[in-house]
T-cell receptor, first 117, second 118 residues
Framework: DAGVIQSPRHEVTEMGQEVTLRCKPI?????LFWYRQTMMRGLELLIY????????DSGMPEDRFSAKMPNASFSTLKIQPSEPRDSAVYFC???????????????FGPGTRLTVL | AQTVTQSQPEMSVQEAETVTLSCTYD???????LFWYKQPPSRQMILVIR????KQQNATENRFSVNFQKAAKSFSLKISDSQLGDAAMYFC??????WGGGADGLTFGKGTHLIIQP
């Protein structure tokens, strides 16, 4: 398997523009997570999905942020309008959760570095 | 809510020596999972080692081992025979058990920057 795929790897945009980040989880995984990494706040969970359904979006910072998972192989994180303070690295991760498993490891994508000017 | 604290922003060690990275956490749960992730300059998050709270035996993975002290809520990572490739940011992370209502996301510490001196 190719692992978790994220696109683009780098995104530079101007304040006020719409930004869409994309993620393809590992095939067969039933959980998908979006994290944000900044120097000030470290790594934070934004939202996660189970079987394409959003379970907890309490980490989404503002209404400008939205996430969707239209099918098991694709998710998007959208920021509209973007602001300079949204500049960060955004990670997508996926996992396969089974009650009998001890591990349920989260596999991370390479991240998208977003710069908002 | 759970919190994870890494009190060492930066650590330095000579190649081939042993180094220990500290992590403490706060939780009211009795069962949970703890992880150490490595993030090299490529920024890829790589799982180094995991520990289930109900297991008393400390986890080991080759040169990496943990010292899990449940009562003290401490979870340190020991790297033996340090290599240049070990240079990276190391993050300690906590996760609630699945039976708590779902596969919650990870709660991370702020990280420790590990420098390997040749």
């Amino acid at each position: 398997d190719a692992g978790v795929i994220q696109s683009p790897r780098h995104e530079v945009t101007e304040m006020g523009q719409e930004v869409t980040l994309r993620c393809k989880p590992i095939s067969g995984h039933d959980y998908l997570f979006w994290y944000r990494q900044t120097m000030m706040r470290g790594l934070e969970l934004l939202i996660y999905f189970n079987n394409n359904v959003p379970i907890d979006d309490s980490g989404m910072p503002e209404d400008r942020f939205s996430a969707k998972m239209p099918n098991a192989s694709f998710s998007t994180l959208k920021i509209q309008p973007s602001e300079p303070r949204d500049s960060a690295v955004y990670f997508c991760a996926s996992s396969l959760v089974r009650r009998t498993s001890d591990h349920n490891e989260q596999f991370f994508g390479p991240g998208t570095r977003l710069t908002v000017l | 809510a759970q919190t994870v604290t890494q009190s060492q922003p930066e650590m330095s060690v000579q190649e081939a020596e042993t180094v220990t990275l500290s992590c403490t956490y706060d939780t009211s749960e009795s069962d949970y999972y703890l992880f150490w992730y490595k993030q090299p300059p490529s920024r890829q998050m790589i799982l180094v080692i995991r520990q289930e709270a109900y297991k008393q035996q400390n986890a080991t993975e080759n040169r990496f081992s943990v010292n899990f002290q449940k009562a003290a809520k401490s979870f340190s990572l020991k790297i033996s025979d340090s290599q240049l490739g070990d240079a990276a940011m190391y993050f300690c992370a906590y996760r609630s058990p699945e039976w708590g209502g779902g596969a919650d996301g990870l709660t991370f510490g702020k990280g420790t920057h590990l420098i390997i001196q040749p």
